[in-house]
């Protein structure tokens, strides 16, 4: 084969995968959003065919089951949301700055997709090993690790300082949050970023002077309850 050839070859190898990859997408918007609407048990393979204008034997040629699509558009959701979550925050900012750009754009993106935040639950309870879904989960709560640590090397946080604890009640409250609004049909409430950080001021002052482990628990324990005494109020 002569480059030209070789060059021709590759260009019409490149152009089909790009069709297969722009049928993949469209089949994974279909099915997003029709888990969205009907559910994950309501949703039909052949519907989510017709949405995204293919055959259903093409569906299930890049998927063989209902839960390998599941999985899938639980994957791409979490890609999504992480390369989101790392545009909105601005690096060179302070911690508490980066913490409510973070809030912001994960309470945002709660509510608008809450639908697809519980499916990623379901799609945990299809099978006892562990989801394809769980390393984007990592990926995507890494973006707070990182915020923390940057704050650790620039001296703004002491290097004792508890992050997972932190990063739990900073997700868990969020997620609270975002569950209380949308059953309340209400959209985003900037009060709830408000509340959060104040109770993080409040704790980060707790955990940097408190090396004991216990008292550190002791503390993540009492910012939940205030929380939860928050969330009741409103």
């Known amino acids: ?63 063989k089951t209902k839960h390998d699509l599941l999985e899938a558009v639980v994957d791409r959701f979490w890609r999504e949301l992480t390369t ?9 900012e ?24 519980d499916i ?15 390393p984007q989960i990592r990926e995507y709560v890494r973006v707070f690790d990182d915020i923390m640590q940057r704050g650790i090397q620039s001296g703004e946080l002491e290097a004792s300082t508890p992050i997972w604890q932190i990063r739990d009640v900073f997700y868990g409250t969020l997620e609270h949050s975002a569950r209380t609004l949308v059953i309340r049909n209400q959209p985003i409430d900037m009060g709830v970023i408000d509340n ?11 955990s940097l ?10 503390a993540v324990l009492q910012a939940l309850e205030k929380i939860e005494q928050q969330v009741a109020r409103w």
């Open 1 to 63: 084969m002569n480059p030209q050839q070789r060059t021709s070859a590759k260009r019409m190898a490149d152009t089909q995968r790009q069709r297969l990859e722009a049928r993949e997408e469209a089949i994974l918007i279909a099915a997003t959003r029709l888990f969205g609407e009907s559910g994950v048990d309501g949703a039909r393979m052949a519907e989510i065919a017709k949405r995204a204008a293919v055959a259903e034997g093409t569906v299930y040629l890049y998927y």
């Open 84 to 92: 989101g979550a790392r545009q909105a925050i601005t690096p060179s």
């Open 94 to 117: 302070t911690v508490s700055t980066q913490l409510r750009e973070l809030a912001t754009y994960h309470l945002r993106s709660l509510i608008d997709d809450f639908k697809i935040v």
């Open 120 to 134: 990623t639950s379901r799609a945990r309870q299809w099978h006892s090993k562990p989801s394809r879904e769980l």
């Open 196 to 206: 959060l950080l104040d109770l993080f001021d409040q704790y980060r002052v707790v």
């Open 209 to 218: 002077n408190d090396t004991d482990e216990q008292g550190s628990k002791r």
